[in-house]
């Protein structure tokens, strides 16, 4: 015959198995409702294509620089503009690459990283004064990357660093940072080139493409023109 006690130890695991089901049922519920109201990482961000620059901007920048005496920053933006590389190569240039000796070159070639391919470029003259007065300043030597980073371990500037201070720049002359970015600097002088003299094949060779149908979706040229002679058709 059960007694009380006995009673009480075998309805004890089933309490314990009770609490424990609840445990996990509420557990697992918690886990959805935070799983339904995770924010996308590009909630409020804009993900599309990112605008070049233009003329009275890359002015703005430049003037911004040459007063304020940041030599590093001058060169980047210099460079920047005139390889129209992706933020990946300029990033791996040594000083090795831009000159030949002591004298910048006013071409040079590199192999780009994500097609292996090699891209040649110019540098202009105002590009190659703020390179020499940055290396002298910083004391670089042949072998050294062109925009080495101050963080211990790290080689050269990250695209990450590079993307903050390319938004730092287009802050600073009031411009949204939410459309400019890395890609706004590889894409602003072939802009400016098409636009001038409608070239695709010659934009095609400056960006390194394999296929001038990047360079058309790279440029939104299709866009561009079709908005340009809509805008100049009177009805």
Partial sequence: MNTACDRRL???PRKAHSDLSSFYKERIMETDIAVRHHEPWNKGKLTGQKAPLRLQDIWAIRV?????EHLRDLALFNLAID???????LMKLRVRDVSHGERIASRTTILQQKTQRPVQFEITEPTRASLVDWIKAAGLKSE?????SRIEGAAHLSTRQYARIV???????GLDTTCYGTHTMRRTKPTLIYRRTKNLRAVQILLGHTRVES?????GVEVDDALEMAEQTEV
């Fill in 10 to 12: 075998i309805t004890a």
């Fill in 167 to 173: 938004h730092r720049w287009v802050s600073d002359i």
């Fill in 83 to 89: 390889s129209k590389l992706r933020a990946c190569d």
């Fill in 144 to 148: 050294d990357h062109l925009f080495p």
């Fill in 64 to 68: 911004r620089l040459q007063l304020s």
């Fill in 215 to 219: 360079t058309v979706r790279y440029l």
